[in-house]
Structure formats: C-alpha cells, structure tokens
C-alpha cells in the first residue's frame, strides 16, 4: 500500500522587494528590507539582512536563492531558505514591466523552503518540508515590489 504526501498551510509570507542590483551572468539581487511571516499562533517580521540572489538560468527561467530572517515578538528567530524557480512567459511580461500585480495562476512560481527557529512551540519546523506557492507579485521598479506566498507542510 502506497501512501500520498498531503499539504497543510502553515503560513503566509508577504515581502517588500527593493529593484535588484544587476550583477554579472543575470545575477539580480534583491533586498528584503521587511514583511510578515503570519501563521496559526504566530507572527513574526521579516529584518535585515533578508534578500534574493535570483539568477536567469534560461531566457524564461529564474532561479531563486532566497534567504529571510524574521524576529517574533518574543525575540525569537525564524530563518527561512529557498531555491526555487520562477518560470516567465509572453502574458505576464506587461505586467512585470510596469509593475502591476501578477495572480499566481498566471505563471509558474514554486519554492522549496528551509525553516530554522529558536521558537520554542515551533521546534517542529525544524525538522519538517515545506513547500512554497506565489499568490500576488509584483516586480519591483520605480516603486518596491511585493511578493505573497503561501508555505505548505509536507504531510
């Protein structure tokens, strides 16, 4: 008898992205200046140093390398890594231009999270997988950016 991993949400992240600073090889690097991590019984504020090292892999694939830390009010520390990839296509690219916020039914963009806390009642993360899902983005430009993404529990 096989068994099937389920999903449970555990969080919602929202991020603010300051416009990346453009590096060699389609390196763009993204600061992180704040946001929430919000979950059942939990909350906590994204800090510095938090940002995305994200690198064009293809002419419409990015790949993410995202590192976040948040502070509870607590004081305790949730630290939060990722890769992921970020998949464009022709209809999003309007919108990523001028800023405009993209669904995520619109495009493909998927992470696979890391959780390290010194939270007392959220040891668990420690030692479980996570995936992430984009709900809204918008792409930084004139204005910051921002990013909502739902993280899952692999059950």
Do not use: C
């Amino acid at each position: 008898m096989s068994t099937v991993p389920t999903l449970e949400k555990v969080m919602v992240v929202e991020a603010v992205i300051e416009a990346p600073q453009q590096g060699a090889n389609g390196l763009g690097i993204y600061n992180v200046p704040s946001g929430t991590l919000t979950g059942d019984g939990f909350s906590a504020k994204i800090v510095s140093p938090s940002g995305d090292w994200s690198r064009m892999l293809s002419d419409t694939v990015i790949g993410l390398d995202v590192r976040l830390s948040a502070i509870m009010d607590d004081g305790s520390l949730i630290y939060i890594t990722y890769p992921g990839r970020v998949v464009l296509n022709e209809a999003i690219a309007p919108k990523a231009a001028t800023g405009e916020e993209i669904d995520g039914s619109e495009m493909y963009f998927t992470t696979t999270p890391s959780v390290e806390t010194n939270a007392p009642d959220l040891q668990w993360m420690n030692d479980t997988l996570f995936v992430g899902k984009m709900q809204t983005v918008s792409f930084a430009g004139a204005k910051p950016g921002r990013l909502v993404y739902h993280i899952y529990k692999i059950v």
